[in-house]
């Protein structure tokens, strides 16, 4: 069993950073692949990002491509989220995930195992 919970949310402007936390309770954090997603109001959960067990390969959505960074500390069991140049349209609650065993598709959400509770970001025009 593997616990994620995220922090990092909130309210923040148009064009300014948030960076997103997820911290993760398993002794073999570093053996499982992490993604972030994201569900705005009155839309699917969608794929945001993605990062390999040892930090070495990043995927990312097209719209996110550029201004967000994903990364991770596995020795503090921790993946991060970096939103630069915010847009109204990230308006979502944001989802951390841990992706034990890859089965070829990174950026369906079944494709992972475990879920974090979720952490709110809004953008302000």
């Known amino acids: 069993q593997v616990q994620l919970v995220e922090s990092g949310g909130g309210l923040v402007q148009a064009g300014g950073s948030l960076r997103l936390s997820c911290a993760a309770s398993g002794r073999t954090f570093s053996s499982y692949a992490m993604g972030w997603f994201r569900q705005g109001p009155g839309k699917e959960r969608e794929f945001v990002a993605r990062?390999?067990?040892?930090?070495?390969?990043?995927y990312y959505a097209d719209s996110v491509k550029g201004r967000f960074t994903i990364s991770r500390d596995n020795a503090k069991n921790t993946v991060y989220l970096q939103m630069n140049s915010l847009k109204l349209e990230d308006t979502a609650v944001y989802y951390c995930a841990a992706d034990i065993q890859y089965s070829g598709s990174y950026y369906r959400e079944l494709e992972y195992d475990y879920w974090g509770q979720g952490t709110p970001v809004t953008v302000s025009s």
């Open positions: 990062i390999s067990r040892n930090g070495g390969n990043t």
